[in-house]
């Protein structure tokens, strides 16, 4: 309110307009402007009466009067509309006038407009919207100080590296300890803090730590791909701060000091020997702090949260993100890559090809200039497993496909017992199928080679000589055609005189050195 009362005083002493202007702490236009309107309506000091400035005003200036016919702002709706991405008091204050406009409604400046909104926020509202929006932003970072796990059978002092998470809109944090900074408990923090907060912010500050951002740049920095997948899963994007510009994480960077003492500190003198202990006790303590009341305004973080920025979070997904690790690898001429001490098949014609795989602890994908390629159940059991897909092999190799334990077996019953047995022997002998199975196709090109009657009597023949045959015996008696002779020595025995008894059965006749008896 201009002082019109020590306007018109002072200029009663015969002081200069600046004199007046520097005391009553106006310009010297308006000290101009009063004295001319006082002079036109004839008054002067002194004044009759006890008038205010306010009835001065009046009588000097009715139309400034006119404001109280100057539409209200409603400022619960200004609240609401600030809220929303891309909304600012400026295109609140162009609506607002657009309207009074329509209405015949004289507006306030925006000026006024924007003080109306601020004592409201002040005074009835835990947040102000003008600087953060509900559910834009999550800063996160390390604390700089660290807790300390006890040893249960030395004694010695492991340190737990803290992750703080904070919302710059309410202030509302999230706070819990791990053995190591590195990407896997990085992320992990993360989902954690989803989980606590109970939605996902728009975007993601942290800082320029290796573990999250490859290179930093102000334009084009390159984040860490696993990072960045996370980030894609749950919709949000990540924006790391600039070097050395604390300001753009100053939430963070803020309630690191303060948890540092009311978290970090208040647990000095107590002793923890696990992780899960340290953080039930982190938790308590992050619990109090979130719950603590402003001292300067009204309300705690936890009502802030709740009343002013939860509505705004994006909601979570139906499952957790599960860690995924990325790593490179060749295609070998087998077209197979190895992953973990297990082999995986990959299209042959990316055989020599460097190619991106991705785990989990579920499946393992394969990669080439961004486009999947191969995906596999990830094996689990006895190193050296193969999965190979049918699609991934070359023309000439799936026709392999069909011979197997049954096709094998179903073949050998169709040739003969002796066959049968052969095959059933051949599968036995191996502790790795893929290797009986080789044998068994060796077995089937030897029938191709001699015919099944051949094969059939040679593995009879076979049987004769060891209850135990292998695939080189049976090339033997096929290659010197024993198996032919199975008829002229069954005919011989026939026709062999019986021997007297009373002679020796060990001594050898004259048949067995190819002479005739005489």
Request: charged fraction near 25%; aromatic fraction near 12%; glycine fraction near 4%.
């Amino acid at each position: 309110m201009i002082k019109y009362r020590e306007i018109l005083r002072l200029h009663a002493q015969s002081l200069s307009n600046r004199s007046i202007a520097s005391s009553c702490g106006c310009s010297r236009n308006t000290v101009g402007d009063v004295l001319k309107r006082a002079k036109e309506l004839g008054v002067s000091w002194p004044l009759e009466g006890d008038i205010t400035d306010s009835e001065l005003q009046r009588i000097l200036f009715p139309e400034k009067n006119k404001s109280e016919l100057r539409k209200q702002p409603d400022c619960e709706y200004i609240h609401k509309e600030m809220a929303k991405s891309g909304v600012t008091l400026s295109l609140l204050w162009h609506e607002y006038t657009e309207a009074c406009r329509h209405s015949g409604e004289i507006p306030y400046s925006y000026r006024q407009y924007c003080r109306f909104y601020n004592n409201y926020a002040t005074v009835s509202k835990a947040t102000m919207r003008i600087k953060r929006k509900p559910g834009e932003i999550m800063e996160v970072d390390w604390a700089g100080q660290t807790a300390f796990i006890k040893d249960n059978f030395t004694g010695e002092a492991i340190p737990a590296y803290v992750f703080v998470a904070a919302l710059p809109c309410s202030q509302y944090a999230y706070v819990e300890a791990t053995l190591s900074m590195d990407t896997d408990n990085w992320i992990s923090a993360h989902i954690r803090a989803f989980e606590y907060f109970g939605g996902v912010t728009q975007m993601i500050v942290p800082d320029n730590l290796k573990t999250g951002v490859i290179k930093s740049s102000s334009t084009d920095p390159i984040i860490n791909q696993s990072y960045q997948e996370m980030a894609e899963y749950y919709h949000t994007a990540i924006m790391p701060a600039r070097v050395r510009r604390p300001k753009d994480k100053a939430s963070v960077e803020g309630t690191v000091g303060i948890i540092s003492t009311w978290v970090i500190a208040s647990l000095r003198n107590e002793q923890f020997f696990s992780l899960s202990e340290l953080n039930q006790a982190i938790k308590e303590k992050l619990t109090e702090f979130n719950e603590k009341e402003f001292q300067k305004k009204t309300g705690s973080r936890l009502t802030a949260f709740l009343e002013e920025e939860k509505f705004a979070l994006l909601p979570l997904p139906a499952s957790p993100y599960e860690l995924a690790k990325w790593m490179k690898a060749t295609v070998q001429y087998d077209y197979h890559i190895l992953v973990d001490k297990m082999y995986y098949s990959v299209p042959y014609e990316y055989i020599k090809h460097e190619v991106y795989v991705r785990t989990t602890s579920k499946i393992i994908e394969v990669f080439y200039k961004s486009f999947r390629i191969a995906s596999h159940m990830r094996l689990e059991g006895k190193e050296g497993q193969l999965s190979t897909l049918p699609e991934h092999m070359p023309a000439k190799h799936k026709q392999y496909l069909d011979f197997n334990r049954d096709y094998f077996i179903k073949w050998a019953q169709a040739v003969g017992s002796n066959t049968q047995a052969m095959v059933q022997a051949l599968l036995d002998s191996y502790k790795v199928e893929k290797q009986a199975l080789k044998s068994c196709m060796a077995l089937t090109k030897l029938a191709d080679q001699y015919s099944l009657e051949r094969l059939e009597s040679a593995c009879k023949r076979a049987f004769s000589y060891s209850p135990r045959p292998n695939l080189n015996s049976i090339k033997t008696i096929l290659k010197t055609g024993q198996d032919k002779l199975n008829t002229s020595i069954r005919t011989n025995e026939e026709e062999k005189p019986q021997m007297k008894s009373g002679s020796h059965g060990f001594v050898r006749g004259a048949a067995y050195y190819g002479r005739k008896e005489k």
